[in-house]
C-alpha cells in the first residue's frame, strides 16, 4: 500500500496562516486550510472602507482564488469549535479534520477590557463587516443630522468619537476628518459637516506610544491641525448609545469606534495552553506548543519574544515571518533535518495621518509628512494581492488625493441574521 502523506491543517487564513500555506506549496504533504470566512483581509487598509475610500473587494481576496493554483491545498469554509490534541483531530460545526501538523493563525479581536457590552455601541475594526458597518455608522450620522431639528441632537449627530490611539485610531480620526471637513463639505443644505467634532480618546500619555516620542508629538499636532479634538491620559469609564463617559465628564455621540486593545482568539482555551494576559499562547523558541512538537501556533495568537524579550508586535510582517518559517520548519522535519529557532526580524512600524502625512519607523529610516505618506502608500500598494488590485488601489488613492472625493459612500442594509439550526 503506498504510505499515506502528512496531513497539515491551517486554522485561520490571515498574514501568517496564508504564508505558511504558500512556503509547504511543494511540501511532499496534503495542506488544509479552514477559516470562517472565504475571504483572506487585508486589514491595514481596513479603515479606508470604514471611511468610505476603498471598497471592500478592493481589500479582500477569497481565499481559494489565492490558492487556486497550489494543488496540494484544499480550503474550508467552517468555523472551529475545538482541538482534539490526544487524537490529533480540528473540531468544527461541519465535522471533524485530523492532522499530523497544526498550524494555529486565528488571530485577534477586539478587546473591552472585561466591559464585553460595549462592543453594541462601539465596533471594533478586525473585519469586512465591522468596516461596513462603521461606514454606515459614519454616513447615516451626518443623514440624520441634515434631518434633525434639535440643535443638541444635531450636535450629538455630527460628534464621533475614536477610543484608542494606535495605528488604528489615529488612522481612523484622521480619515473621519478628511471626510467631514472635504469630502461632504459641500453636500448638504442643512448642516455644515465641517461644524463636525472628531474626538480621538487615549488613556494613555501620548498617541503612537510605539512610536517615538518626535512622531508621535508630529502625529498630534497633524491631527489638531486638521480639527482632531486629540484627549490623552483619558480613560473612557462607560459606553453606551449615545456617548461615552469619562472622568472628566461626558461626550455625547452618535458614532464611537473601538481601537483601543485587542485580545486573541480563544486558541489558548481550545489548547488548555498557558497564555499571556491578551490570550496569546506562550510558544517554545521554534513557535511549538510545549510538548507537542507536531503544533505550532503563529501570528497574532502566538506571545513570542524578540531580542532581549521584548514581545514581538501583532503586525501583518512578523506574522508572515512566522508562517513562512513554520512552513520551512515542516519541510526540513518531513526531510529529517532541523532548523534553528524562529528569529524575528524587525522591519519597523508606520501610520498615515490623512491624506498628506504619515510617520514611517524602519530601523535609520525615519520619515514624516508628505515624504512619509508616500512610502506608506508604496508598502501597502505593494503588500497588496494581485496586479489589478495594486492597480485599482493606487488609481482610487490618486483620484481622491486630486479630487478629496471617496467613492464608496453608500449606505447598506444590515442583513437579517440566518436561521439556527
Request: aromatic residues 10%; proline residues 6%.
Given at each position: 500500500m503506498p504510505q499515506e502523506r502528512p496531513r497539515v491543517?491551517?486554522?485561520?487564513?490571515?498574514?501568517?496562516?496564508?504564508?505558511?500555506?504558500?512556503?509547504?506549496?511543494?511540501?511532499?504533504?496534503?495542506?488544509?486550510?479552514?477559516d470562517r470566512q472565504n475571504y483572506h483581509c487585508f486589514q491595514p487598509l481596513l479603515y479606508q472602507v470604514a471611511t468610505a475610500a476603498l471598497s471592500p473587494a478592493e481589500v479582500a481576496w477569497p481565499i481559494r482564488h489565492i490558492l487556486r493554483r497550489q494543488q496540494n491545498a484544499t480550503v474550508y469554509m467552517a468555523e472551529?469549535?475545538?482541538?482534539?490534541?490526544?487524537?490529533?483531530a480540528v473540531n468544527t460545526k461541519s465535522g471533524s479534520?485530523?492532522?499530523?501538523?497544526?498550524?494555529?493563525?486565528?488571530?485577534?479581536?477586539?478587546?473591552?477590557?472585561?466591559h464585553?457590552?460595549?462592543?453594541?455601541?462601539?465596533?471594533?475594526?478586525?473585519?469586512?463587516?465591522?468596516?461596513?458597518?462603521?461606514?454606515?455608522?459614519?454616513?447615516?450620522?451626518f443623514e440624520q443630522a441634515e434631518l434633525a431639528r434639535d440643535d443638541?441632537?444635531?450636535?450629538?449627530?455630527?460628534?464621533?468619537v475614536i477610543v484608542g490611539g494606535g495605528p488604528t485610531g489615529v488612522e481612523m480620526a484622521g480619515a473621519i476628518a478628511e471626510v467631514a471637513?472635504?469630502?461632504?463639505?459641500?453636500?448638504?443644505?442643512?448642516?455644515?459637516?465641517?461644524?463636525?467634532?472628531?474626538?480621538?480618546?487615549?488613556?494613555?500619555?501620548?498617541?503612537?506610544?510605539?512610536?517615538?516620542?518626535?512622531?508621535?508629538?508630529?502625529?498630534?499636532?497633524s491631527l489638531t491641525a486638521m480639527g482632531v479634538d486629540v484627549m490623552t491620559s483619558t480613560p473612557v469609564i462607560r459606553c453606551d448609545e449615545r456617548g461615552v463617559d469619562l472622568k472628566e465628564g461626558r461626550i455625547d455621540a452618535a458614532t464611537v469606534i473601538w481601537a483601543a486593545g485587542v485580545v486573541a482568539s480563544p486558541a489558548a482555551d481550545w489548547l488548555a495552553a498557558d497564555h499571556d494576559n491578551t490570550g496569546r499562547v506562550i510558544v517554545r523558541a521554534d513557535l511549538?506548543?510545549?510538548?507537542?512538537?507536531?503544533?505550532?501556533?503563529?501570528?497574532?495568537?502566538?506571545?513570542?519574544?524578540?531580542?532581549?524579550?521584548?514581545?514581538?508586535?501583532a503586525l501583518a510582517a512578523p506574522a508572515k515571518q512566522m508562517g513562512h518559517y513554520v512552513g520551512r520548519l515542516i519541510i526540513q522535519r518531513l526531510a529529517g533535518r532541523s532548523v534553528p529557532p524562529f528569529r524575528y526580524r524587525p522591519l519597523g512600524t508606520l501610520a498615515t495621518i490623512g491624506r498628506r502625512a504619515a510617520v514611517v519607523e524602519f530601523g535609520s529610516l525615519q520619515l514624516k509628512g508628505f515624504i512619509g505618506w508616500l512610502f506608506w502608500s508604496v508598502v501597502h500598494i505593494y503588500f497588496l494581492i494581485g496586479l489589478r488590485n495594486r492597480f485599482v488601489v493606487a488609481l482610487t488613492w490618486l483620484w481622491g488625493y486630486i479630487t478629496f472625493q471617496r467613492g464608496a459612500r453608500l449606505i447598506t442594509e444590515v442583513p437579517p441574521p440566518r436561521p439556527q439550526g
Open positions: 491543517v491551517i486554522l485561520g487564513a490571515g498574514f501568517g496562516g496564508l504564508e505558511a500555506a504558500k512556503t509547504l506549496a511543494r511540501a511532499p504533504a496534503d495542506i488544509t486550510i479552514i472551529v469549535t475545538g482541538i482534539d490534541l490526544t487524537e490529533r479534520f485530523p492532522f499530523d501538523f497544526l498550524i494555529v493563525a486565528t488571530g485577534a479581536t477586539h478587546s473591552y477590557f472585561g464585553n457590552d460595549w462592543a453594541a455601541f462601539a465596533p471594533g475594526l478586525k473585519r469586512i463587516e465591522d468596516a461596513t458597518r462603521i461606514r454606515r455608522s459614519i454616513l447615516e450620522a443638541n441632537e444635531r450636535r450629538r449627530l455630527l460628534t464621533f471637513r472635504q469630502t461632504l463639505a459641500r453636500d448638504f443644505r442643512q448642516i455644515d459637516p465641517r461644524t463636525s467634532r472628531i474626538v480621538l480618546i487615549e488613556a494613555g500619555p501620548r498617541i503612537l506610544p510605539a512610536f517615538s516620542e518626535p512622531h508621535s508629538a508630529y502625529a498630534r499636532d511549538s506548543l510545549p510538548g507537542y512538537n507536531n503544533v505550532f501556533v503563529i501570528g497574532d495568537t502566538a506571545c513570542v519574544r524578540g531580542a532581549g524579550g521584548v514581545p514581538v508586535p
